[in-house]
């Protein structure tokens, strides 16, 4: 079969990362006998530079003709001063909400081989963690009017935070749907205490709960869940959230899986189409210097494979790939321990594509 997908590097690592993740695809593509074939287009700080927007039409009317979109990262200290609007980060949020990405998946899997370079005590994540944060994605307060007026404090600035009942509800099919091919629980979390969206939250995703007679539905507040999820994280198995605690829950998750540059995720709309970033952001601090640990995109290509292209064996092969190259001891900075063989980007892409 033939692929078309759509390729944005963006900014700072991303380039580095997507590229490894091109040579791992590449080797998928010889062995399994499918063809990709790529579009790079621009987006973030890289589009700004040459075009003067963060997300140029173009760049949209690609991502739509194409079967899914590999997506590296946005952003940098150079573009930090521009008005609101005109940031590179806006080009992520423009490309979720044109593409109708609603869903986002952020497993959080903690491969044995890397419980050395989990902080947690060893007893906490002894047996393994594997849970799922799924996040709404083109809703909440990053979609919400926002502005800015004078108040009697003097200047003020303000994001509105609001959810409707059909945005909820959809959120929560995906992630009892998900629950119902996992260990079925669901821990949907939220601010209901305080916040008024987040009461319509609760009694939507209860509602959706009354079809799924056999997942266990929990809800926590959003401070308890940060704390929860360092006290005993095996609790969890699919944490349903919305737009701004799905990304902070899911870059504590990370950490306890060794590393932010572990952790793979998935943008998905209805059907089948889907874009596929990792978790982490543009790491200026250590862009261009061979450093990034490229397996959270790489791993975002297999669920690339999995979830768009239906191909699981593929996605199958590119996950061992990644987890014999721990278990062979190779390390990028990032997860480095001592006695390990440290390695960079280009040669853990290599050593992956060569595992498969
Ligand atoms: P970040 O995720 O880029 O970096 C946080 C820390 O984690 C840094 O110390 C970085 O070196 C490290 N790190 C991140 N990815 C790594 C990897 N693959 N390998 C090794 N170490 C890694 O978050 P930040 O510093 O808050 O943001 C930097 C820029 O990225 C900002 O402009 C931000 O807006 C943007 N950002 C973009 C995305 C995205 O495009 N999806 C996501 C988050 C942040
Ligand atoms: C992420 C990022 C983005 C977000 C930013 C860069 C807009 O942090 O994908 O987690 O907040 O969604
Ligand atoms: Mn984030």
Redesign the pocket.
């Known amino acids: 079969m033939n692929y078309k997908i759509a390729l944005i590097p963006?900014?700072?690592?991303?380039p580095e990362?997507v590229a490894e993740t091109v040579k791992v695809l590449e080797k998928v593509s010889q062995k399994y006998g499918h063809t990709f074939e790529y579009t790079e287009v621009l987006a973030?700080?890289c589009a700004i530079d040459a075009t003067g927007a963060c997300l140029p039409q173009e760049t949209i009317d690609i991502c739509k003709a194409s079967d899914a979109v590999l997506?590296?990262?946005?952003?940098?200290?150079q573009?930090?001063t521009l008005p609101g609007d005109q940031?590179?980060?806006r080009a992520?949020l423009g490309l979720r909400k044109e593409l109708g990405l609603f869903a986002n998946l952020r497993p959080a899997l903690l491969f044995d081989e890397l419980a050395d370079a989990c902080p947690l005590k060893p007893e906490i994540v002894e047996g393994g963690l594997d849970l799922v944060v799924v996040r709404e994605l083109t809703g909440g307060i990053y979609f919400g009017e926002k502005g800015f007026k004078d108040t009697d404090l003097g200047p003020a600035a303000y994001d509105v935070e609001q959810y409707a009942e059909e945005e909820v509800r959809r959120i929560a099919v995906v992630a009892f749907d998900m629950a119902m091919k996992r260990n079925k629980k669901v821990t949907s979390v939220d601010k209901a205490n305080v916040l008024e969206s987040s009461r319509l939250w609760r009694r939507v995703v209860a509602e959706v709960a009354k079809d799924y007679p056999e997942v266990a539905l929990d809800n926590l507040y959003i401070d308890n869940a940060t704390m929860q999820m360092v006290r005993y994280p095996k609790q969890f198995d699919v944490i349903v959230t919305s737009n701004i605690f799905g990304d902070i829950l899911s870059?504590e998750a990370s950490m306890i899986t060794g590393?932010?540059?572990m952790l793979p995720s998935a943008s998905l709309a209805k059907g089948n189409f889907g874009m596929y970033?990792?978790?982490?952001?543009?790491?200026?601090?250590?862009a261009k210097q061979n450093?990034?640990?490229?397996?959270?995109?790489i791993l975002s290509g297999a669920m690339m494979l999995r979830y768009t292209f239906g191909l699981s064996e593929e996605a199958e092969a590119i996950e061992a790939a990644v987890k014999q190259i721990l278990a062979e001891g190779y390390r990028?900075?990032?997860i480095y321990t001592d006695g390990k063989k440290a390695i960079g980007?280009k040669e853990a892409g290599d050593l992956i594509a060569a595992a498969i």
Do not use: C, F, Q, Y
Request: proline fraction near 11%.
């Open positions: 963006g900014d700072g690592i991303g990362v973030g700080g997506l590296g990262a946005v952003g940098g200290w573009w930090d940031r590179p980060e992520l870059d590393s932010i540059g970033e990792p978790v982490h952001g543009s790491a200026p601090d250590i450093k990034a640990n490229p397996m959270a995109t990028t900075p990032d980007t």
